[in-house]
């Protein structure tokens, strides 16, 4: 396969083509990367700070700061304060979990397209708590969590089984098709409860969209320690997905039991994104587009690609609420719907690239 | 002791030959030079094609029996050939349970045969319309012209048109010095996941009520189905089937390879993008007619394959009966299973898909056994 013919050596990934060698990531020495990556944080509170500023309600940009530091009950400090921090955390998280995530999909099934949305790990989870609303009327994140990680865990055991089974290898297209094929199973059975249901169908179409908005901050901070301890392990693992990405059988004979690395990052993967799509709902793309934008910028080397994705996932997801707000004022664009019509082009430009599928 | 037709002993070798060639996968050559005609026929695929047209005329027949006004087999016999036995048999046999019945079958075997074509086309039993994105494109137009509440008579032409723009833009999109199945795949994906998207952004701005309508459709109904629908489908089947059965040939060479197809002479860009059009063509007559059924197109050519082998035009018309016998059973299910009539994609979304994974299963355990 050709992603698998890259060299990778070290930190200093090269790809060698006929002769050339080809640096992969953009920024190609230690110091160059963790200036990029300091660079990141900054456009990182520059999106943030755009998202606590701007809204349906006009506010001015000089009450953001004192709405966070010198509260006085003002309506400007309200909205800043209650609606668009919320928001602007919650997509930060989200956003966070899953970038890491989907560079954990791309290095484990290595698999330059996988990613949550995809794989249908994102509809699993969808459709476990549209139907845990359905039977439990249950409609806060607490109530349907455990739902979201059972769907997303069930989801990525029957996607890797079909793209297993489905022909006679695992190529990238197998393994996408058959996490299409589950996500249109389940979006199917999703549309049965929906059809049959008005009021689950109104209680969710917004939050099926994938949506920052209409939660609270306190039901999100059960969600907190899933989601630290899985980015924790996420970028610890990252050192396991560069011996991984060397091949199997060099892996192997290097020492790494890849077997376990691999249940391990599911297990994270679960975590991740049945939390994100818990406190978000389904916000496809982001896991596939951070990884390959992280890879471009950073080379090869998954330390540094984990590092990003942690900030440019955030970035990404609150710079498309942004958008979403800036669009269809005074409404918004729900932010899942603008990363699929931002993300699936490159999709499209990646299954374009000459040496991702073999004929 | 062992003559010919003797009741002890073993069977004759005439009658043990016949029996075999029909239970056996075995392919006949016929060839006519004169003709210039050659091609390998298979006993048990005709066997299966015409055990399986008794019985979809035979569910056919009994689903006219069923309703609020029950009618014996007979009577729909007599009410369909003209001469009813009572006045009002006319009305509701030929008027209101015919339609719906015609229009059930063949939308099952346009979205069976879709689905067999791309499989076929892309090499791996896991495509069909419904993921190339051509039931999104269809969706789109209709949901929009559901929730801006447009006439409903646009919603068949709209279907079709958003069906096959989304697949000519598919297939542009991939075309790339040629287009590869692989490629197709993924584009396909894309394309679909940007359609889903703004069906998504129709169905979150637009009032409950109207867009609960867009749901219903979205999942595939015969309710309603009038005898428009019906021709609709005659006309598209008509016109599409016989080029797709013409393609056959080239596409069962294509399942080898691209490289192997054109040295057996087969010209693989053109025979793409025809199976690619026709494919599209019926999947759109079908989504235009009675909404996306969802897995039709998936399952029967899976069911059509493990019963008579691969590729070829006995396979197409296989995989278009089981089509036809699985919607029609469905929807039969659909509306008098349950206290209230449902969608019929939402009977196939729920059986059928367990059902798939269910062949999943099988196929892989086969594969490595």
Redesign the interface.
Known sequence: MAIADRDHVGSNAVKKTEGRTKRVGFLVSRSRRAVGLVALALLLTAVSAASLSIGSAPTPATAVWPALTDFDGSNDHIIVRDMRLTRTLIGLAVGAALGVAGGLMQAITRNPLAEPGILGVNAGAAFAIVTAVYVFGAVTPLGYVWFAFFGAAAAVTIVYLLGTMAGSKATPVTLALAGVVVTLLLDSWITLILVFNERTLDEVRFWLAGSLAGRGLEEMTFLVPFLVIALLAGLLLARQLNTLSLGEDVARSLGARTGRVRLISAIVVVILAGSAVAAAGPIGFVGLAVPHIARSLAGADYRWIQSYALLLGPTLLVGADVLGRVLARPGEVQVGIITALLGAPLLIALARRKRLVST | MNEPGSLTGRPSRARTRIVRSFTSRHRIPLRCARLGFSTRYSPWTAFLIVALSFVVLGVAAWSMTLGAYPITVREVIAALWGSPVNPQDDFIVVGLRAPRVVTALLAGAALAMSGAIFQALVR????AP??IGVNAGAGVVVVFLIVTGMPAALIAPGAFVGALTTAVVVYL??W?RGV????L???G??????L???I??L??RFP?DR??LA??W??GTLHGSTAADAWLLVVGCALLVPIALRLTSSAHVMTF??DAARGLGVRVEPARAGLLLVGSGLAATAVAAVGPI??IA?ISPHIARMLAGHYTSGVLLLSALIGATIVLLADTAAQHAFAFS??V??LT??VG?PY??YL??R??RR?RA
Do not use: C, E, H, K
């Open positions: 791996n039993p896991l495509a419904d993921i999109l991939t790339r590869s199945g692989a490629r795949v993924l584009v994906i894309g394309v679909n996941a940007i889903s998207a703004l998504t952004l169905i979150i409950v867009v609960s749901v219903w979205q999942a390879g691209d969802g897995f998936l449902v969608p994609g939402v979304a729920a898909a798939f994974l999943m299963a196929a892989g594969a």
